[in-house]
């Protein structure tokens, strides 16, 4: 019950069922890839424009949860984003931009610290603006998508590990290390841990560990009061992005691009390291020379597929269980409307998936 578990059993508790969700941990936690306080909303979306309804969906469903709790989910800040063309980040933007009449602008020299002026970049670099991105609130997101589902009657079950999910002649079994559940159908997003539960899809799946950092950033400097906005910037071929400081005193940092690949998330390295973080100080020092040192990092885990685009869909030779999964680096933002979508797909047996780009056929037809 990560950001898409929580986001399942939240759309999943609207259609009056008997509803189970299990997580082997307490969430929202920061055992996988759905901690870190913050997580970026792109619309004009890079990566390809078939994900651009979807991010409509997902945006108009994170304001259904605010109505339904005063919490303030998604922050609507817009996007600042700067590389030196060419460069694959803008040309992305700039396609999805015109195919779904996005709005976009590219910043003037003159105009950019009006826009983000705590950013330093050459002149010869290209800035662009994107109004309707933004930012969500990671564990907030979870904790408020887990509280309507228990509000609406959904069990939900923690610190209990799901060992196996197997198929008998009356529906499925979901064993634990303390109890045997049945259910008609199943869905699994399990993040890190999918592969053990449906190992037919590990060659497609691969993990990364990753870091993210917060620099210290003087009082009300890196804020939103101050004009401070999220960002992405593409050096070199590396994505670093970013947010303004919503706990006090401190930004977000990371890198889309650094990774180390593990085999087996039982052996990943949750302690951080000299070698973490010294490649990046060094970017973030020049576009931001204001800002503080380095102050604390932490690990999360990225489930990935092997094309980076997410993998969806009831699985083949086991009628009515369901997988999502492959979201790592960019799928949060998705979260309410892939909930939404997996709640669909196994309470409807005549859905068509409409994301064929998503598709699990694309891997197991």
Known sequence: MGAMGAATVAALSKRGLRVLGIDQFAPPHDQGSSH???RLLRTAYAENPEYVPLVNRAIELWREFEDLTGQIL?????????????SCLLDGIR??????????????????????PQLSVPDDWTMMFE??????????SIQVMLDI??????????????????TDGSGHRIATRENLYHADRVIISAGAWVRNL?????EHLHLQRRVLHWFKSAPDSFTQSNNFKPFCIADNGRWIYGFPDVTGGRIKVADHHESEYLDDIETINRDTTKQDFSAL??????????????ISSKVCVYTMSSDEHFILGECPNRKGVFVATGFSGHGFKFASAIGELMADMATDS???MPYELLSIDRYMS
């Open 198 to 202: 449906l190992p037919e899809l590990s």
């Open 95 to 116: 396609l999805a931009a015109e195919e779904h009449c996005l709005p976009t602008q590219t910043i003037q020299l003159s105009e950019r610290r009006e826009v983000l």
């Open 36 to 38: 870190g306080e913050t």
């Open 131 to 140: 109004p309707d991105g933004g930012f969500v609130h990671a564990e907030r």
């Open 350 to 352: 005549s859905y068509q």
């Open 149 to 166: 589902a228990a509000r609406r009657e959904v069990t939900l079950v923690q610190n209990e590990a799901v060992l196996s999910v197997s």
């Open 281 to 294: 100080t060094s970017i973030i020092s020049n576009a931001f020379p204001t800002l503080g040192p380095l």
């Open 74 to 86: 998604f922050e609507q800040t817009g996007v600042v984003y700067a590389a030196h063309e060419p």
